[in-house]
């Protein structure tokens, strides 16, 4: 992204001196919904991302601006101070949860950007957290590593936000590397950086362009219907903290204890952390055909059992199929946003044309289409 109109208004507003951070999207090959059940996941950054400018006041206060939006906002830094804008609760949650750590953090000025796609399940939340959170803790020399950088953006989730979600958009942020897969234990946050570079392949993004209402309570939902299995299988098995730790026989055993929907979900997600371990041999054999079939069975549990997908996702998932796409998915926690698509290079685009046709033609919406570049995480920009 251009950053010299960004740069430009935080002169305009706060003057010079301001220094430059940012922090990517990410995409996500497989592994989806496994993150807060203690599984593994296969994200990596992208060349889509949030900036910001910012530079120390001398006051307590924190003066922002949303140069996206045309908007500013402006509050302390004590819990009662929340600000009452969407995205200025990001900057104070990112805030709030280091001064919870024993840090202090005096005011600052701060103009936000970025060209993350908001609602495509490109984690442009997550963009924002790791990218503030990266910056005060450069400005303040507040000590965090990266790893911590990333929980203290998916806290301001939990706290600030009201979506109880895992950690793997944060860590993609914080932790990416340009060229690389991170195959990440989201229990123990033990990673491995996988190289990424299918030759004759590409991983092409579609954007449904929709996000349906309530997707963050319905996330929220999924997540309870995961914690209340495990609870019935820990009767028996204590030792079962995360359905991580469960296997197939004995979610078999709660069947008659817990709904058919919570089994059902718990199903998916048992099934999705081995299809992930499942994927990455394939991937050290360079059998991206296998790594396909992966990924449709991942859209499928996803749609049917995990019940977050919608219309549009099924349609482009439907339409990859049948022009001959390797693999193709719904991307994200879901109800909208894109599929990611692993597609041979010469039919790239064939389906990228016969797909948006459909879709236009289906819904009156034109899908958006992004190529992935895998990039390093958040960093400062001189
Ligand atoms: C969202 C959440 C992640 C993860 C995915 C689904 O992106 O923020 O933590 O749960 O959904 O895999």
Redesign the pocket.
Known sequence: MDTTQLKDKFIELFGPDGTLYTSPGRI?LI??????NGGF?LPGAIDKAMYCVIKPNGTDRVKAFALDLNESSEFGLKEEDKPKEGWAKYIFGVAREMIKKGKEIPGFDIVISGDVPLGA?M?SS?ALESAVGFALNDQFKLGFTRPELATIGQST?HNYVG?K?????QFASCMGKEGSLIRLDCRSLEHEYVPFDPKGYKLVLLNTCVTHELASSA?NTRRESCERVVEAIAQKHPEVKLLRDANPEMLEEVKDKVSAEDYTRADFVIGEIQRLLDTCEALKKGDYETVGKKMYETHEGLSKKYEVSCRELDFLNDKAKELGVTGSRVM??GFGGCTINLVKEDKVDEFVKNASEAYEKEFGIQPKVYDVVIKDGARKID
């Not at 592994?31 to 807060?36: P, R």
């Open positions: 996500n592994g989806e919904h496994t993150d807060y996941v399940g984690s997550a989730e979506v979600c895992g950690i793997m958009d996330y994200g926690g």
